[in-house]
């Protein structure tokens, strides 16, 4: 059975676990189905883009664009659509500021679901995602949390300097 996530990256790595132990606990294919589309339709995953690099190489900026980013220290707030297209939410300037949106963003997207599951990747920024987890954890202590860093197929787009947050609804 082919399944589309419509995501990528930890996110996508979260259904393949819970379809695996839906396997191994012997549910059938209609039960993992159902699951997997549930999944898909309760999970968010938003992250931010330190060095534009990767994004001029790839043509996904241009020069101009670039040059005059870099200058003014923009770094790209993006996140996945229900579609599965990366779309920009805003462009902050400063990476301080950008794991403070992606924090509060995050928090906002959460505050009235009652159980969900953290996920975290990074690309070579560990302080990024340290800042990013332990203000989560102000709010969310008790929360299971996801870590991983960031899948090559992802990371050839965007380059080191990632912070992603995300979340599953329980």
């Not at 599951?117 to 102000?138: C, R």
């Not at 949390?145 to 960031?150: D, E």
């Amino acid at each position: 059975e082919l399944f589309d996530t419509r995501t990528a990256a930890i996110q996508e790595g979260m259904f393949t676990l819970e379809a695996g132990a839906m396997i191994e606990s012997g549910k059938n294919i209609d039960e993992i189905l159902e699951r997997l589309h549930y999944l898909r339709d309760n999970n968010k995953i938003l992250f931010v883009v330190d060095s534009l690099r990767q994004l001029i190489k790839n043509g996904r900026l241009s020069g101009a664009a670039g040059f005059v980013g870099n200058i003014l220290k923009i770094k790209p707030f993006l996140h996945v659509n229900k579609e599965g297209v990366i779309e920009n939410l805003d462009k902050v300037r400063t990476s301080k500021k950008a794991l403070k949106a992606i924090v509060d963003y995050f928090l906002e997207e959460v505050k009235d679901i009652d159980d969900f599951i953290v996920t975290l990747i990074t690309s070579d920024f560990p302080e990024g995602e340290e800042y990013v987890k332990s203000e989560v954890m102000k709010h969310y202590p008790n929360k299971e949390y996801r870590t991983a860093s960031l899948t090559p197929v992802v990371g050839c787009h965007t380059a080191e300097g990632v912070v992603g947050l995300g979340y599953f609804k329980k």
